[in-house]
């Protein structure tokens, strides 16, 4: 699988910083970002930031790319909303296996526990992996209420 076109960002304060590193990442790959927010460290609160940001990515028929402090919270929120497959991701294999396994379409990160490096190669783990289908599309069709 090749780079998406576009990718969707969205992030609370305290994943601000790696949210704006990930944009540079991307926009360094010539992919299209379209950034939700939030847009500085002030203290907001993260639900309706990540609303906005999974409308976009359904919207858009795109990946999106959430972070919060560990972003637990963010995937949470993101995977109230139909439609939406967020994956914690904090490893190499965690990125693969969310495509491969999960068909996610959105991943999660936290600012606060995640080196900017390791975010990076997580990120292009993530968007270029191939969902497996097979017997993980049962599964995933699954999720859906």
Do not use: W
Not at 41 to 48: C, I, M
Not at 115 to 138: P, Y
């Amino acid at each position: 699988m090749h780079p998406p076109a576009r990718v969707v960002l969205a992030s609370d304060h305290a994943g601000f910083t790696l949210k704006e590193a990930i944009k540079k990442h991307l926009s360094a790959q010539k992919i299209d970002v379209i950034d939700v927010g939030t847009f500085s460290e002030e203290s907001v609160d993260y639900p309706a930031i990540i609303r906005k940001g999974c409308a976009a990515v359904l919207e858009q028929h795109c990946f999106g790319i959430i972070f919060g402090g560990s972003g637990n919270g963010e995937a949470m929120a993101a995977n109230k909303v139909r439609g939406i497959r967020a994956a914690l991701v904090y490893s190499d294999e965690t990125a693969k296996l969310a495509r491969q396994h999960n068909d996610a379409n959105v991943m999660s990160m936290g600012g606060r526990l995640t080196k900017v490096s390791d975010a990076e190669r997580f990120t292009d783990i993530f968007l270029t992996t191939d969902f497996e289908g097979g017997r993980h599309e049962r599964r995933v069709k699954d999720l859906e209420p």
